[in-house]
C-alpha cells in the first residue's frame, strides 16, 4: 500500500531531477567560456562589441531551443493535466496574451525583461569589464562577477514567497534600482569588493522580481494553460533580453562599458513602464 501511495511522488522527484539537470546542463555549458572571453579577445582579434553579439546569438538559440524542448521533453516529465493535446499543439508557441492575464502580464513581462536583459551585461560583458575597470589578469574575477550575478538569485523565491506579491514587485524593484546604482558607481571607480557584492545584491533582487512574477500569472491563470504561460512569459523574456543585447552590442565600441551597464539597465527598465502604468490605470 505504502509503495502505491509513494508512487507518483517517486515520478514527480524523477521528473524534477530530469528537468533540475537539463536546465543545469544547458546553462553550465553556456557559462563555461564567460570567463575566458580576455583570451579569446586577445586570440581572435574580437571587439567587446563581438563579445557581446555572441550572447545575442545564444539567446536566439535559447528562443528556437525553447520551442523545441516542448516536444522532447515532454515524454519524460509526470503528466501535470488529464486532457490530452497533440504534439503539433503542444509545439506551438503562445504568442497571444489570454484575456484573464492581461491585467498582469504586462507588469510581469517588464519585470522578466528588466531582470534578464541587465543580466545579459555579466553574461557578455564581465570579462572586458574585469580587464578593464579592475586590471584582472586571470579569469577569477569574470567569474565571480558571472556566479554572483547569477546564482544568488536562487535567494529571492523564498524572499518572495514570504511577503505579498505587490511588495516582492515593488521591493525587487527598488532592490534593483539600488544595486544597479551602486554597480555603476563602484564599476566606474573600480573597487572590486563592494561591485562584486553589490552584483550580489542584483542577483537577488532579480529573483525576487522572477518569483514574484511567475505568481502572479500562474494565481490568473487555469491551472490547465500553465505549461503555456510560462513558455509565453520565458519567450517574452528572452526576446525583449536579444533587444537589450543588441543595443549594448551596437555602442559597446563607441561607448565605455560602464556607459554600455547604465544604457543597458535604462533600456532593460523601460519595459517596466507599461507594466505600471496598466497596474496604475486600473487602480
Known amino acids: 500500500m505504502t509503495e502505491i501511495c509513494d508512487a507518483p511522488n517517486a515520478k514527480d522527484l524523477r521528473s524534477a531531477i530530469i528537468a533540475a539537470c537539463a536546465m543545469l546542463l544547458a546553462f553550465a555549458a553556456v557559462a563555461v567560456p564567460v570567463p575566458l572571453y580576455a583570451e579569446y579577445k586577445i586570440a581572435l582579434g574580437l571587439t567587446d562589441a563581438g563579445i557581446s553579439l555572441t550572447m545575442v546569438s545564444y539567446l536566439t538559440g535559447v528562443l528556437i531551443v525553447l520551442m523545441m524542448l516542448n516536444a522532447i521533453l515532454l515524454p519524460l516529465a509526470q503528466e501535470t493535466v488529464t486532457q490530452r493535446i497533440t504534439i503539433r499543439k503542444a509545439i506551438k508557441p503562445l504568442v497571444r496574451i489570454p484575456k484573464n492575464l492581461r491585467p498582469v502580464f504586462p507588469l510581469a513581462a517588464g519585470c522578466y525583461i528588466a531582470a534578464w536583459g541587465t543580466g545579459v551585461f555579466f553574461q557578455s560583458l564581465s570579462t572586458p569589464a574585469a580587464v578593464t575597470y579592475f586590471q584582472s589578469t586571470d579569469p577569477l574575477i569574470p567569474a565571480l562577477m558571472f556566479a554572483l550575478a547569477m546564482a544568488p538569485s536562487a535567494l529571492g523565491g523564498p524572499m518572495s514567497a514570504r511577503t505579498t506579491t505587490r511588495f516582492a514587485v515593488y521591493g525587487g524593484t527598488a532592490l534593483l534600482c539600488i544595486s544597479y546604482a551602486i554597480l555603476w558607481v563602484t564599476l566606474t571607480k573600480g573597487i572590486t569588493v563592494p561591485f562584486l557584492i553589490a552584483d550580489g545584491v542584483f542577483s537577488v533582487s532579480t529573483g525576487i522580481l522572477l518569483s514574484a512574477s511567475m505568481h502572479m500569472l500562474i494565481s490568473y491563470s487555469d ?61
Open 223 to 283: 491551472p490547465a494553460d500553465s505549461a503555456s504561460v510560462v513558455s509565453l512569459i520565458n519567450f517574452t523574456g528572452y526576446v525583449g533580453s536579444t533587444a537589450v543585447s543588441i543595443a549594448m552590442s551596437t555602442i559597446a565600441n563607441t561607448l565605455a562599458l560602464s556607459t554600455v551597464l547604465m544604457v543597458g539597465f535604462v533600456i532593460s527598465m523601460v519595459f517596466m513602464i507599461p507594466g505600471f502604468a496598466t497596474k496604475a490605470l486600473r487602480k
